[in-house]
């Protein structure tokens, strides 16, 4: 029996007194790629700030594991290894790769040989990390920035990584590239990721659930294979 590791309640947020999210649920179990879409503005980004901690959820319930997060800081979060990837990547622009890398095992206590074997994973999994090891940050392509951010956030070993809009700025043939390599971080690694993406159909085509937000509120949901082939949902958002 598959275990729900992420579930959000009827989750209120507010930025001042405007709402932004209404009543938000959705469920991520355990082996699962789930992905939110939905237009600008819909509220993909607030909803994992929310789960984050970043932004405090006003009303409801964020469980994690069990364990009701929607009170805890974000270190508190991360620590417990849900960790996220924000948009624009946000690497350390002066630090090289290998450092960018190592600093995203900092909440977790691990020997110099542990940190160089999950270090040689995670070039194993992008081996252009490898390649730029010693390179400043800041000095690689945008593809290779959201790598390397992919890449810290697995150093955390979380059991959920969250994705917020890993295809922002990338050029179609590097959206790919990222994208193909989720579901083997998926598999062989045993992480669920939780994907907000604007990208409706690499975001679809990826995941095993997709929930469409719009205003805030979800206004659909299911299997990702059935709402690729939604009138609804191909004539809003895959340009049907």
Do not use: W
Not at 50 to 60: E, R
Not at 182 to 199: S, T, Y
């Amino acid at each position: 029996m598959t275990r729900v590791l992420l579930s959000v309640k009827e989750v209120d947020t507010f930025y001042g007194k405007v709402q932004a999210l209404h009543g938000v649920s959705l469920d991520l179990e355990e082996g699962e790629i789930v992905s939110v879409i939905g237009a600008n503005g819909a509220g993909k980004t607030t909803l994992m700030n929310t789960i984050m901690g970043v932004v405090p959820c006003a009303k409801g319930s964020i469980l994690y594991k069990g364990e009701e997060i929607a009170d805890m800081s974000t270190h508190q979060i991360a620590a417990r290894r849900l960790t996220s990837v924000p948009e624009g990547r946000r690497i350390f622009p002066k630090l090289s790769v290998r450092e960018n890398l190592e600093i995203g095992a900092y909440s977790r206590r691990v020997s110099s040989s542990q940190l160089e074997s999950e270090i040689q994973e995670i070039f194993d999994i992008f081996p252009r990390l490898r390649e730029r090891e010693k390179q400043m940050g800041g000095t690689l392509s945008g593809g290779e920035q959201q790598m390397l951010a992919i890449g810290r956030g697995l150093m955390n070993q979380p059991s959920v990584l969250i994705l917020d809009e890993p295809s922002l700025g990338l050029a179609p043939i590097v959206v790919d590239g990222v994208f193909e390599i989720l579901p083997r971080i998926n598999k062989e690694l045993g992480i669920a990721i939780l994907l907000v993406e604007q990208n409706a159909y690499m975001a679809m085509e990826t995941s095993h659930r997709t929930y469409v937000l719009e205003n805030g509120v979800i206004t659909n949901s299911g299997l990702s294979s059935d709402l690729l082939n939604d009138p609804q949902v191909i004539k809003s958002y895959l340009g049907g």
